[in-house]
């Protein structure tokens, strides 16, 4: 089984809570999951490898920490995505961004992909894959399939929320890319929606029924 990291500080929790509330409006909820988002990045790239470069400062000559290694690439699975994305860079403002658009046959919840467009030549780059609900699966695991086949240095796929459903069939075809998380919720309904669950993302983020 691959690697699920559930991101419980105090303050993720809190948002998530006030995103869960039925009556949160559009403006409120589309605020809270950029804010999330930050504070998930941080814990996100929390392992991001570092070298030194000489610097000055004021006073002195020293070696400074800095980033090792090519720009992170940020990867939306539209629409909800976008919201995950906004709030990840903010703490990398230069990273590249994908966009990968997906829907979900309301009869098979089977992903259909319409929209392909990554920075090129990302061999050298760790990828982070955004999606606010993590329900059947389907929509990520077909999207981190389609970057997996360009040889990325590394994935990670991050989430608001995640069934038990869509970890393990994440996990069976992706047993090596980890899973970020802020809550793993009961379970899904049969329509294929997160219990207890925060309703449709999209909508909920768009102003959309």
């Known amino acids: 089984m691959g690697e699920v990291h559930v991101i419980s500080h105090p303050l993720v929790q809190h948002k998530l809570t006030l995103m869960r509330r039925k009556d949160t409006p559009t403006s409120g909820f589309r605020q ?3 804010e999330i988002g930050m504070l998930m990045g941080y814990e996100v790239t929390r392992d991001m490898p570092l070298s030194t ?3 000055e400062t004021p ?3 020293m ?14 699975i539209l629409r909800a995505g976008d919201g995950i994305l906004t709030g990840v860079l903010k703490l ?6 994908g966009h990968i658009g997906l829907y979900r046959d309301p009869k098979t919840l089977v992903a259909v992909e319409y929209y392909f467009k990554i920075p090129e030549e990302i061999e050298d780059r760790d990828v982070i894959v955004c ?3 993590l329900a059947t699966g389907n929509s990520a695991i077909a999207a981190v399939e389609r970057l997996a086949e360009l040889k990325p ?3 990670k796929f991050v989430c608001l929320l995640a069934a038990p459903e869509g970890i393990a069939a994440f996990h069976e075809h992706h047993p090596n890319v980890p899973i970020y998380t802020a809550s793993i919720d009961r379970q899904l309904n049969e329509k294929g929606y997160i219990l207890p669950g925060l309703g449709d993302a999209g909508d909920r ?3 959309t029924k």
């Open 153 to 155: 240095k590394s994935l």
């Open 32 to 34: 809270l999951l950029e």
């Open 92 to 97: 990398l403002p230069s990273a590249r961004i």
């Open 59 to 61: 006073l002195e000559e």
């Open 131 to 133: 999606d606010p609900m």
């Open 63 to 76: 070696d400074a920490p800095v980033l090792e290694g090519k720009k992170v690439v940020l990867v939306s």
């Open 53 to 55: 470069e000489k610097i």
């Open 205 to 207: 983020l768009f102003g």
